[in-house]
């Protein structure tokens, strides 16, 4: 083979050009230095920050019966200072890494590029048990398909967002409809396991075409096409202090930014909606102050500012990545007489599951 | 212990000799200390093993996304590519052939790239042969073990565009090490990402 011998050659070239020995240029000392500053300077800085809304809040709990709303301005300094904590700041209609990569996608458009490793994860797509329902053997229902997020890599990436893992049918190379995976999931602290999204069915009833408002079915006959699973995986002091915060049982609609629970309707703390939307556990960033006394909404920027433990922002990164395509058979329902009654028992199953930690992992982030 | 910017000391000779592989001098030392500078100065630092991978990929990355970025539009398609591929086999083979006094126009042994007398001296001339996102992808592949589909996404194209670029280069420098067995590079292969000190 002779990779080997590429290899054996390509070594000891590389071995030869270290002859000459390199000299880090002034600038990047310069860089290294003022970075690695910068970031203590922050922590400095966040541990004022903390005193300061830990002020803030103690003002919001003793400002009143209407709560967090005089959670407002800080009058002094700090109480009692933390290491290791930060403070994010970001829209109350959430960061940009929010928007679901497939947001961006239309059926028309030709099918995305493979990019399936970046930033040490990897996307990859793989076909999934059928759903069995009772004694009915899971081998005749519709295929299923999901997606898999893998480091390739022992670095610890902290705690990885993403905000969907959805699937793109393709024929010709061309997108022909959508079809749901897992949506926005907060804190999936991969820890050397893989975790995968919820099982999707291969089945042309559920497949859909969306101009980022409107949702048409996209009318695919039943055959055979080509899908590949499409996602941003990201960190950011936003989704670290939210998947601190809100945990990963929660609902995690209405962090998409292109979701509103009301576009009519304000979500403030102690205001009448937020309390409204405590039964739904629905993660509402204006509505932060409700569930921890660390966050302070400033109305007037349409902020919100959160401490977080800063052990779980490794390295902030935004990735979309694209899986390599899979073959597979998509079927209409009303074909597949045990996926018939298989979906409409477990109604929607795009979004039964949520993320699902497997194996060792599950372990770690127990 | 060693600082941050020691730490970044001690990687750059050879991510610079890396990247020397793909471009030339001073190219090489402007992407390594910048790539260096990035992966040292990252919140969570990393040590040894990880930070050279580390530096490598973000090395790889600067690269593939500027001087060795895979032209688009004017690019030579991938039959021009190959033809190319052919010629540069042909130039390098040519080069070692014996010659006989029918060759007029043989160069005298003074002549000689005196380079050709070593392994690593034709690896060398060959890889001159080739575009930087050729040399990208081979060093990639076949030093640093990285499979076809990553070296797609490195190169920011489609995996059959990374076997094209894979298969149009390799002949070259396979030749010129000596060997002309081409492996299979639309093969699905392991992921093995090493680091050849």
Redesign the interface.
């Known amino acids: 083979?002779?990779?080997d011998?590429?290899?054996d050659?390509?070594?000891?070239?590389?071995?030869?050009?270290?002859g000459?020995?390199?000299?880090?240029?002034t600038?990047?000392?310069r860089?290294?230095?003022r970075?690695?500053a910068t970031?203590w300077t922050g922590r400095l800085g966040a541990v004022v920050a903390v005193g300061m809304l830990g002020t803030a809040a103690l003002h919001g709990v003793e400002g009143g019966s209407d709560g967090g709303h005089s959670a407002t301005a800080p009058a002094s300094p700090i109480a009692t200072p933390t290491i290791g904590f930060a403070a994010a700041t970001f829209p109350l209609t959430g960061g940009p890494e929010f928007v679901p990569a497939l947001s961006e996608l239309r059926c028309g458009d030709p099918a995305p590029?493979?990019?399936?490793?970046?930033h040490?994860l990897s996307l990859t797509l793989r076909l999934g048990k059928a759903f069995a329902l009772g004694d009915q053997p899971a081998s005749e229902g519709p295929t299923t398909v999901e997606a898999v997020v893998r480091e390739?890599?022992?670095?610890?990436q902290?705690a990885v967002a993403t905000s969907g893992v959805d699937f793109l049918v393709i024929q010709d190379g061309v997108i022909r409809g959508m079809i749901s995976g897992g949506g926005v999931a907060l804190a999936q602290n991969l820890g050397g396991g893989t975790v995968t999204t919820p099982r999707s069915q291969m089945l042309v009833d559920g497949v859909f075409c969306s101009d980022g408002q409107e949702v048409t079915p996209a009318n695919l006959a039943p055959g055979t096409y080509d899908v590949i699973a499409v996602g941003r995986l990201f960190s950011t002091a936003e989704s670290v202090a939210l998947s601190q915060t809100l945990g990963d049982t929660i609902n995690t609609m209405y962090l998409n930014p292109n979701y509103s629970a009301d576009p009519a309707t304000l979500y403030l703390p102690g205001i009448y909606n937020c309390k409204q939307a405590r039964p739904w556990r629905a993660a509402l960033r204006g509505c932060l102050p409700e569930i921890t006394n660390s966050a302070v909404v400033d109305e007037a920027r349409g902020t919100v500012t959160v401490t977080y433990r800063v052990k779980d922002?490794?390295?902030?990164f935004s990735a979309v990545l694209v899986s390599?395509p899979l073959t597979v058979d998509l079927v209409a329902s009303q074909d597949v007489a045990v996926a018939t009654s298989t979906w409409r028992s477990l109604g929607s199953l795009n979004s039964v599951e949520g993320f699902t930690v497997r194996g060792d992992l599950a372990a770690a982030s127990a | 212990m060693p600082t941050r910017v020691q730490d970044a000391r001690g990687v750059l000779t050879w991510l610079t000799a890396w990247a020397r592989l793909i471009v030339e001098e001073d190219a090489a030392v402007d992407v390594a200390n910048q790539a260096v500078t990035r992966v040292a100065s990252r919140r969570k630092r990393l040590r040894g093993t990880d930070l050279k991978l580390a530096a490598r990929h973000e090395a790889a990355r600067l690269l593939a996304h500027g001087v060795a970025a895979v032209p688009t539009g004017h690019g030579l398609s991938a039959g021009a590519q190959a033809s190319a591929a052919e010629s540069a086999i042909f130039e390098v083979a040519n080069a070692y052939a014996p010659r006989t006094a029918s060759h007029n126009h043989a160069p005298s042994p003074q002549e000689r790239d005196p380079r050709e007398q070593t392994t690593i001296g034709r690896l060398e001339i060959a890889l001159e042969k080739l575009a930087p996102y050729e040399r990208l992808a081979c060093v990639s592949y076949f030093l640093d073990g990285v499979s076809t589909d990553a070296i797609g996404s490195l190169l920011g194209v489609p995996r059959e565009r990374a076997v094209r670029i894979l298969e149009g280069a390799a002949p070259t420098i396979a030749r010129a090490v000596g060997d002309d067995t081409i492996p299979d590079f639309s093969a699905a292969t392991e992921e093995v990402d090493v680091v050849t000190l």
């Open positions: 083979m002779s990779s011998n590429l290899h050659a390509f070594a000891l070239l590389l071995r030869s050009n270290q000459k020995r390199a000299a880090l240029s600038v990047a000392v860089t290294i230095r970075r690695v970031r590029a493979p990019h399936p490793v970046e040490d390739v890599t022992v670095a610890n902290g922002l490794v390295d902030q390599d």
